[in-house]
């Protein structure tokens, strides 16, 4: 079922919630976004090395990591009109992680970007996460091979660090010891 949404409309997530439909939306400053066709294997498989590398490390650590699709509310207590899907993100406070959605900004948030989304990923939604709090960003360009990690030095400035494919690990700065190693994650 397709859902009939008007781009000049303004939408809460309250009303996100009673979409009946099959495609996936995202939400920014509530205006819907389709999240159509879905990523392409090649896509999914660097995020699924990714995930694999956070989600082994935190296994038994306070922080949980959660891959997509997972509702992320990033203003819940202004407009709430802002709910995403990033490829990867990691939750320290629990608090924060409801039934339906995370509620509030994740600590670090990973966006696999492909040539359909690369300005969406990159500058809309990071701005928004920047804006919401987010601790760290990594937009991963796999096509390019390289990696910028944003760094929110909670001011509203960010500081910018870029990783080549082939670099050893790359650190999150707020979990010591958290690492990826990109030279296992493939090359597409």
């Known amino acids: 079922m397709s859902l009939a949404l008007k781009l000049d409309e303004y939408y809460t997530y309250a009303e996100y919630l009673t979409w009946d439909t099959n495609d996936r939306y995202e939400l920014i400053d509530g205006v ?8 392409s294997p090649a896509h999914q498989s660097v995020v699924a090395e990714i995930f694999n590398q956070i989600y082994t490390y935190l296994r038994d650590k306070p922080c949980r990591a959660f891959s997509s699709p997972t509702d992320v509310r990033l203003n819940p207590d202004g407009g709430d009109d802002t709910v995403v899907q990033p490829d990867i993100l990691v939750v320290c406070d629990r608090n924060k992680i409801e039934k339906q959605a995370i509620k509030g900004a994740p600590d670090l948030v990973i966006e696999v970007i492909s040539p359909s989304t690369r300005n969406y990923d990159s500058m809309l939604k ?4 920047m804006e919401a709090g987010v601790r760290e ?52």
């Open 32 to 39: 819907p976004y389709l999240m159509s066709p879905a990523p």
């Open 126 to 129: 990071l701005s928004r996460y």
């Open 137 to 188: 960003c990594w937009i991963v360009d796999a096509a390019n091979y390289y990696v910028r990690v944003y760094v929110n030095n909670g001011d509203g400035t960010e500081t910018l660090f870029v990783y080549n494919w082939d670099a050893e690990a790359i650190p999150a700065s707020f979990i010591e010891g958290l690492a990826v190693d990109m030279r296992t994650v493939p090359r597409v």
